[in-house]
């Protein structure tokens, strides 16, 4: 009976050390307070209450850094949020080097994009994005380091200017967007006049080709058959010389 009695105690004792740890997880192990290993995946023992686990994720983790009110190197007072990604690469550290390695990670991060971005101009800023992301995602990943954790990617996801500089720059655009089109009209122009010269040259030449096209210019307003065109007899007598200069030249063919 007192063999049955003990039998059952330690079957209960073995199911109460029992750990089972996901595929994303690792379980650091301390026996009488000293770090003894990590351990893997899968079907594990901790012989309580001698030894004690603290579960750890590697998976990455999305973390929200709050807006933050930034001076930019130009003087210009912005309103920046971020996102952060990172993973533990060492649950080891990450459980004896930091109390909170996710709640230090954010503290850092928003000290760091208030350090970076106060560095550069507002048109840097804004144009410049995935270099200043890169940076501060490598000030922060030197920080997390030691603690067992390693930062992936950080981006700027929104960027709040104030009312008065977002007019600012919408006239600066709307006056860049003006400035181009009267250079397109100039070039236009430009490119008209050395053309109607072109055509000046070839028609100085042929006299005839200036009759012809004003007997064009006509018919064509004629088309709409409500003008009442008058024709003047110095036009008249040019019409009939080129009408001679035209057989002329037929002839000779």
Not at 35 to 49: E, I, K, M, W
Not at 171 to 197: C, D, N, P, T, W
Request: a neutral charge; proline letters at 3%; glycine letters at 4%.
């Amino acid at each position: 009976m007192n063999i049955l009695i003990a039998l059952g105690v330690v079957v209960l004792y073995l199911l109460a050390c029992i750990r089972i740890l996901r595929q994303y997880e690792r379980g650091v192990v301390f026996t009488l307070g000293k770090f003894t290993g990590v351990r893997d995946a899968g079907f594990r023992f901790v012989f309580v209450p001698f030894q004690q686990m603290v579960r750890v994720s590697l998976r990455t983790v999305t973390m929200q850094i709050p807006s933050q009110k930034i001076i930019t190197k130009d003087n210009v007072s912005i309103d920046i949020a971020a996102v952060a990604y990172y993973h533990v690469t060492d649950p080891e550290k990450s459980v004896i080097m930091i109390e909170n390695v996710e709640s230090a990670t954010n503290q850092i991060s928003q000290t760091t994009v208030r350090n970076v971005v106060g560095q550069f101009s507002l048109d840097q800023l804004l144009s410049d994005t995935l270099k200043i992301n890169e940076q501060i995602k490598t000030v922060i990943d030197t920080h997390t380091a030691p603690w067992g954790a390693e930062v992936t990617a950080v981006e700027i996801k929104d960027i709040q200017l104030p009312d008065n500089m977002q007019r600012a720059m919408a006239k600066e655009a709307e006056a860049e967007r003006e400035r181009r089109a009267k250079i397109v009209a100039a070039q236009g122009e430009f490119q008209a006049a050395v053309k109607l010269g072109e055509a000046a040259d070839i028609i100085s030449q042929h006299p005839v080709a200036l009759q012809l096209r004003t007997l064009q210019t006509m018919a064509e307003i004629a088309t709409e058959k409500n003008s009442t065109i008058i024709f003047p007899a110095q036009f008249m007598t040019t019409v009939q010389e080129a009408m001679k200069m035209l057989k002329i030249d037929s002839a000779t063919k």
